[in-house]
T-cell receptor, first 116, second 111 residues
Framework: AQSVTQPDIHITVSEGASLELRCNYS??????LFWYVQSPGQGLQLLLK??????LVQGIKGFEAEFKRSQSSFNLRKPSVHWSDAAEYFC??????????????FGKGTLLTVNP | EAGVTQFPSHSVIEKGQTVTLRCDPI?????LYWYRRVMGKEIKFLLH????????ESGMPNNRFLAERTGGTYSTLKVQPAELEDSGVYFC?????????FGQGTRLTVV
């Protein structure tokens, strides 16, 4: 069965510091990977996704993620965190079959706190 | 363009009562999904509509949950009767191609 592990429940960083959020997945086929963010009072917003091709994926808000098949990882990074990045971040894997199949398996989320 | 809208944003009901959650997808999106996050747990898939048809309802917890999407537009998710373990945040999402858009969720509390 597919699963996603986000080892860090809560991370605190200072504004301007770099950030890396970890995500490991277990999936029997070619994984399609996603990172979502949920800010307080908001819905889930897609930051980036990986389907194929270049393993370094650029997303919105200055985020990027790198797919490493050998490590079954899809870690999210940002070189310099802004106070507005404080939110909960979710990694997800899906069985993308083309079209619009969004039956996703999510990790438990990582809550990011940004100190001034 | 309006996003995915969910009503209500919060609902507190007593055990045994009925609650109906509503989701208005982005206009023109054929695919509509329901997910749920129970406190401290992962966001879990409940079901998938393509237009008015249920494509996959493998994530529905039990027969106390009934989802409908009349006319292929908005969708409702009814819980009848509600139990304490049904508390959580219910998310709806819609998509037409390679990106799914999520609503802000409905926080359901069963007391």
């Amino acid at each position: 069965a597919q699963s996603v592990t986000q080892p860090d429940i809560h991370i605190t960083v200072s504004e301007g510091a770099s950030l890396e959020l970890r995500c490991n997945y277990s999936y029997g086929a070619t994984p399609y990977l996603f990172w979502y963010v949920q800010s307080p009072g908001q819905g889930l917003q897609l930051l980036l996704k990986y389907f194929s091709g270049d393993t370094l994926v650029q997303g919105i808000k200055g985020f990027e993620a790198e797919f490493k098949r050998s490590q079954s990882s899809f870690n999210l990074r940002k070189p310099s965190v802004h106070w507005s990045d404080a939110a909960e971040y979710f990694c997800a894997v899906g069985p993308w079959s083309g079209g619009s199949n969004y039956k996703l398996t999510f990790g438990k989320g990582t809550l990011l706190t940004v100190n001034p | 363009e309006a996003g995915v809208t969910q009503f209500p944003s919060h609902s507190v009901i007593e055990k045994g009562q009925t609650v109906t959650l509503r989701c208005d997808p982005i206009s023109g999106h054929d695919n509509l999904y329901w997910y749920r996050r129970v406190m401290g747990k992962e966001i879990k898939f409940l079901l998938h509509f393509v237009k008015e048809s249920k494509q996959d309802e493998s994530g529905m917890p039990n027969n106390r949950f009934l989802a409908e999407r009349t006319g292929g537009t908005y969708s409702t998710l009814k819980v009848q009767p509600a139990e304490l373990e049904d508390s959580g945040v219910y998310f709806c999402a819609s998509s037409q191609s390679t990106t799914a858009f999520f609503g802000q969720g409905t926080r359901l509390t069963v007391v």
